[in-house]
């Protein structure tokens, strides 16, 4: 069995829109009613998240005060994975018919994700997404787990699903961020990271995954046709 294991935000989901309406908000929020503040376009915003510039620089950039930049990234952070919120988010471009692609191909889909049981569910209810992953095939967290950090809570993840899924002969994860790179290979994992997501290039090779490929879509295909060819 071939297998793949998929993060969510990033190779399904775009999430680039929720995180500039929280910027916005949050810059409103934290900002004084008479400080004239630079608001960031999306694009200038993204760029800043892609290349991991801390929320609090964001702030200072953005035209804020240093005790204002702290108090503009603490919100951010209460915000960001809240109602209403998770409405902003879009399907990324040809992620459907990758994941139809993959299911027709009769290849073992899981997907991991640091959302939690319910923002995994508002999102498969919104773009019918759950009948491309068994329950069996879900690995987020709890509503109630107390987060440390991506990069040690999907690890985790990682262990717990190799210990519970069947053996297959060949597995590769694929997702936009360290730590999804971070969680394959530190279990052996070949791990294909994506630029369509929360991170440049230039961070992603920094964490040195197997491979960097455009999207979703390109990730599944080089899996496929590697496949066809071990056949
Ligand atoms: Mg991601």
Redesign the pocket.
Known sequence: MLRIIT?????IVDVSERYYRVYQICLDKTRNPRQKVRKLTKGEFWQLKRSRVPETQIGIISGLDTAQAQEFSQLRKQTVHTQPYFQYDNLGDGAVDTLLQIQQAGIDLAVM??RRVRELNYAFNQYDLGKFFSEDRRYCLGNDYIKTGDTKDKPLLMSRALQELPPAYDTWMI???E??IVAAKSHGIKVIALEC??RDRNQLEQEEPDLIVKDFSYAANLILEQSLQTI
């Open positions: 993060d969510f935000d990033g190779p994700t640091m997702g936009d961020t730590a999804d997501g929360i």
